[in-house]
C-alpha cells in the first residue's frame, strides 16, 4: 500500500522533522555543554616543593577538597578594621559578647583611626571560609600557616590551627608521571590554574542527588560525611554479615535508620549497614552544594534519606567562572530611619563577595556567599531573615553572623579612611547591591 502526501502535508511534515531536530540540537548541546563544563569542575594547578621540583595536574586536598567550590578553611591571624573603633566601642563590643555587661542604648558612631590599641585585649579575629575557584595561589610559611593571595592579588595571612586544610597532603595528578602524593612539610607554593577543557578526572565523578532532611529538601552536589564527593570514593559499614566498602558510583539511596542506614544499590540490592561514621550516628554531617546559592551541612539528626542521580541541573563551577573579588557593597537601614550606603564590612570581618555567611535552621548549617545574598533583616536579635538573589529566603539563627553576637557593620560611604560604626541592635535591614 502506497501512502501519498499532499503538499501541505509534506510541508507539516518536514516542518515537524526540522523541530524534532532542533529540540534534539538543543538536548545535545545542553548535555555537551554540562558535561564539558563538569570536566572543568576539578581543582588544577602547580605544586613546587621547597627542594625546586614541580609537578603539576590534578589536585586533590588530602581526601578531601576536590572541586573548585570546596572550600578552604583557616583563621585569620588579624583584624585590621578594629582600628576604625574607639576604646568605648570595642569595651561595649567585648561586654555584650562576654555577657558581662548588657547594651546601652547605641547609635551609629563615626570611626576613627586610633592604631595603638591592642587588637589582642578581645578576641576579634575570624574564620577564613573560601571556595579554592577565588584562590590564585597558597604559599606555604610554615606548618600552621601560610599566605594565600587571592585572584585580584590582595595577600591574606592565615593561621590553620584547628583546620586540616593547612597539613594536609596534597595528592597530584601528573599526567607523565601519575599520583605523587605531598606531605605539607615538603610543600612550598600551590599556583591554581584552570581546569584543561574535556579534562577527564582521575578519581571519578562528582556525586549529585537530592537530600530530604527535617528542614528541607535539597539538590545539588553531595559531600558524604564532610568527606566522600566523588564516585570512587566509598562508603564503609558492616552488614550482620559482613564488613562493607562500597563506591559511591554503585550506590542509588541512602536512608537514615537512626544508628544505622539503609542503603540500596543501583542494582536493587538493598542493605542494613552500621557502626561506622559513615552509616551511624557518628556521621558529621551531608553537605549540599548549591551552585550560586552556597551550601548547607545536615546533622544526622535532621538527615532523612538522599538518592543519587547522575545528570546534574546545574554544572559545578570552573575556575574561569569566578570573577576578581569585589567589595561587598549596599545600603544600611537603621532602627532610627536613617540609611548609609557604600562598602560595608559585616560583623566588622567579611568585606568581600567571596566570604562567607553562616546560619542555622536547627541543626542545619547554612554557609552562603554574600555574593550570592539580596538582603539580611535582623529578627529580635536571636536570628535574620535571609533573602538570596535566586530567591530563597530562610530564617537562620545560631551564628554570630545572624544574630546578637554579631559584632556590628562599617560602611565606607564617603571613603576608605572615615567609616560609619553601626551597631547590630541598631540595624532595621541591608541590602546588597
Known amino acids: 500500500m502506497r501512502i501519498y502526501f499532499t503538499r501541505k502535508e509534506t510541508s507539516l511534515t518536514q516542518s515537524i522533522l526540522k523541530f524534532s531536530f532542533f529540540i534534539a540540537f538543543l538536548i545535545t548541546s545542553s548535555i555537551s555543554m554540562t558535561a564539558q563544563n563538569a570536566s572543568e569542575a576539578w581543582l588544577y594547578g602547580k605544586v613546587t616543593t621547597w627542594d625546586g621540583d614541580i609537578y603539576e595536574g590534578q589536585l586533590r586536598w588530602g581526601k578531601e577538597e576536590a572541586f573548585w567550590t570546596d572550600m578552604f578553611n583557616a583563621s585569620k591571624t588579624e583584624n585590621e578594621n578594629l582600628d576604625y573603633l574607639d576604646n568605648d566601642i570595642k569595651e561595649r563590643i567585648a561586654d555584650r559578647r562576654n555577657n558581662r555587661n548588657g547594651w546601652s542604648t547605641g547609635r551609629s558612631w563615626g570611626g576613627w583611626v586610633s592604631r595603638n590599641i591592642s587588637q589582642t585585649h578581645h578576641d576579634f579575629k575570624h574564620q577564613f571560609s573560601v571556595q579554592f575557584g577565588d584562590i590564585q595561589q597558597i604559599k606555604r610559611k610554615n606548618s600552621s600557616k601560610v599566605y594565600v593571595k587571592m585572584r585580584d592579588g590582595e595577600t591574606v595571612k592565615l593561621n590553620g590551627t584547628g583546620y586540616n586544610d593547612i597539613g594536609s597532603k596534597i595528592r597530584v595528578y601528573d599526567p607523565e608521571i601519575g599520583k605523587i602524593e605531598l606531605d605539607w612539610s615538603d610543600v612550598e607554593t600551590v599556583d591554581f590554574k584552570s581546569t584543561p577543557k574535556g579534562f577527564k578526572s582521575e578519581i571519578g565523578e562528582p556525586l549529585y542527588g537530592k537530600v530530604k532532611s527535617w528542614t528541607g529538601t535539597y539538590e545539588g552536589y553531595i559531600i558524604w560525611d564532610k568527606d566522600e564527593r566523588v564516585g570512587s570514593d566509598k562508603l564503609d559499614g558492616e552488614t550482620r554479615d559482613a564488613d562493607m566498602s562500597i563506591e559511591f558510583h554503585n550506590i542509588a539511596s541512602i536512608k537514615q535508620r537512626g544508628n544505622s542506614s539503609e542503603v540500596t544499590l543501583k542494582s ?76 560595608i564590612v559585616y560583623d566588622l570581618d567579611e568585606a568581600y563577595g567571596y566570604e562567607i555567611l553562616n546560619g542555622k535552621v536547627k541543626d542545619t548549617e547554612f554557609e552562603i556567599p554574600f555574593r550570592a545574598i539580596k538582603s539580611i533583616q535582623p529578627r529580635g536579635g536571636d536570628e535574620s531573615k535571609v533573602v538570596l538573589k535566586s530567591g530563597e529566603k530562610y530564617e537562620l539563627d545560631d551564628a554570630q553572623d545572624v544574630d546578637e553576637k554579631n559584632t556590628g557593620i562599617l560602611v565606607f560611604d564617603k571613603d576608605d579612611t572615615d567609616p560609619i560604626y553601626i551597631f547590630w541592635e541598631d540595624v532595621e535591614l541591608i541590602e546588597f547591591k
Open 268 to 343: 536493587g540490592r538493598t542493605y542494613r549497614m552500621g557502626d561506622s561514621n559513615d552509616v551511624d550516628n557518628g556521621n558529621r554531617g551531608v553537605v549540599v552544594v548549591m551552585p550560586g546559592k552556597g551550601r548547607v551541612v545536615i546533622d544526622w539528626d535532621d538527615f532523612d534519606e538522599v538518592y543519587f542521580t547522575e545528570k546534574p541541573i546545574v554544572p559545578l563551577k570552573s575556575y574561569n567562572s569566578f570573577a576578581k573579588p569585589e567589595r561587598i557593597y549596599g545600603t544600611v537601614k537603621t532602627e532610627d530611619g536613617k540609611s548609609y550606603t557604600g562598602k
